[in-house]
T-cell receptor, first 116, second 116 residues
Framework: DTGVSQDPRHKITKRGQNVTFRCDPISEHNRLYWYRQTLGQGPEFLTYFQNEAQLEKSRLLSDRFSAERPKGSFSTLEIQRTEQGDSAMYLC??????????????FGQGTRLTVV | QKEVEQDPGPLSVPEGAIVSLNCTYS??????FMWYRQYSRKGPELLMY????GNKEDGRFTAQVDKSSKYISLFIRDSQPSDSATYLCAMSEWGILTGGGNKLTFGTGTQLKVEL
């Protein structure tokens, strides 16, 4: 297991286009998180899944953003009608919850989005 | 006011120095504290985690938590040029009964440079 994998690593898109990112968590991790990180800032929480259920969404996640984890394994994050303000690093993390305990979260390398 | 405050630096130290990195927080519900290291254009990498007041040591790294003061620190002994990176503190509510999991709230990160 090589850790959390994200694809693509870099994406340049024109304003108004739709983009989709993929995240493959560490196998057997049942929790998956999406964060956004802009230059000079720490990551900001967007949403998280436990298995296939999306349990929480940040108010940062506008209607143009949608995330799915259809089979409780990989996840996709789609941004519709991209805006220049969407330019950021999109980070995926995974952890495992068993009973009342969570493991720590492990992050992928991120997908860097540039909207031109 | 942000929930987690962290001096962004940059902090420049000579090789071999002891480095002290700090965060303060305002949310008393935070129970779980982490330090991540992030190299340029990479995802955050977990360094230390703790969920109690006091010190935790791992090699050259010591994490310190003072819940009464809402203050956490990371100390790096015998700093090396390879330690040059951005250090992010992160926190989460334990959420045992609500199942909130470990959604993380990050500081802005402190940029550290260790010079030869």
């Amino acid at each position: 297991d090589t850790g959390v994998s994200q694809d693509p690593r870099h994406k340049i898109t024109k304003r108004g286009q739709n983009v989709t990112f993929r995240c493959d968590p560490i196998s057997e991790h049942n929790r998956l998180y999406w964060y956004r990180q802009t230059l000079g800032q720490g990551p900001e929480f967007l949403t998280y899944f436990q298995n296939e259920a999306q349990l929480e969404k940040s108010r940062l996640l506008s209607d143009r953003f949608s995330a799915e984890r259809p089979k409780g394994s990989f996840s996709t994050l789609e941004i519709q009608r991209t805006e220049q303000g969407d330019s950021a690093m999109y980070l995926c993390a995974s952890s495992h919850r068993q009973g009342v305990r969570n493991t720590e979260a492990f992050f992928g390398q991120g997908t860097r989005l540039t909207v031109v | 006011q942000k929930e987690v405050e962290q001096d962004p630096g940059p902090l420049s130290v000579p090789e071999g120095a002891i480095v002290s990195l700090n965060c303060t927080y305002s949310n008393s519900a935070f129970q779980y504290f982490m330090w991540y290291r992030q190299y340029s254009r990479k995802g955050p990498e977990l360094l230390m985690y703790t969920y109690s007041s006091g010190n935790k040591e791992d090699g050259r790294f010591t994490a310190q938590v003072d819940k009464s003061s809402k203050y956490i620190s990371l100390f790096i002994r015998d700093s090396q040029p390879s330690d040059s990176a951005t250090y992010l503190c992160a926190m989460s509510e334990w959420g045992i009964l609500t199942g909130g999991g470990n959604k993380l709230t990050f500081g802005t990160g402190t940029q550290l440079k260790v010079e030869l």
